[in-house]
């Protein structure tokens, strides 16, 4: 979201419980921590792409899955790809980016080692973009 979780696979494919974005992109990588200064306009803090995610489920719609994901504020997370099953993860942010990882399921044998993704306000109302993944709150 193979499946080496492009945000549109990562996220698609485990929506991954990581549970969103994962969606997953082929960019970036593997750095975690988040620090919280600000950023320019064109994208996020690390605080706030955290006050957006924290407690809430998202949707999620990659090039090759969808599912939604659960972003916890103690940085777990849960995702449910549809049609595919569901995974755990671990997200955190850092200044216009989403830092996931998964862990192995049926669907993601060898889970996804922590990635990161460009996260942005997306194109259309209420919706986020995480590579190449659109984010919008589950209902």
């Known amino acids: 979201m193979g499946l ?20 997953c992109s ?3 990588g593997g750095s975690s921590g ?9 994208g996020l ?5 955290k006050t957006v995610l924290a407690g ?6 990659g090039p090759n ?19 595919k099953g569901t995974t755990k993860g671990k997200w955190t942010t850092k200044d216009g980016q989403l830092c996931e990882s998964f862990d192995p399921a049926p669907f993601l044998p060898g889970g996804v080692p922590m990635s990161c993704y460009p996260f942005s306000r997306g194109s ?5 973009q995480a590579g190449k993944a659109t984010f919008t709150v589950a209902s």
């Open 4 to 23: 080496k979780m492009k945000v549109g696979h990562r996220l698609a494919a485990l929506a991954l419980v990581g549970l969103t974005a994962a969606g």
């Open 124 to 128: 259309a109302p209420n919706t986020y």
């Open 45 to 49: 803090s690390a605080a706030e792409i």
């Open 65 to 83: 899955n969808t599912g939604t994901t659960l972003y916890a504020a103690d940085g777990s997370s849960l995702v449910e790809v549809d049609g």
């Open 26 to 28: 082929s960019m970036g």
């Open 34 to 42: 988040s620090t919280d200064t600000n950023v320019g306009s064109s």
């Open 56 to 61: 809430r489920s998202w949707r999620f719609q």
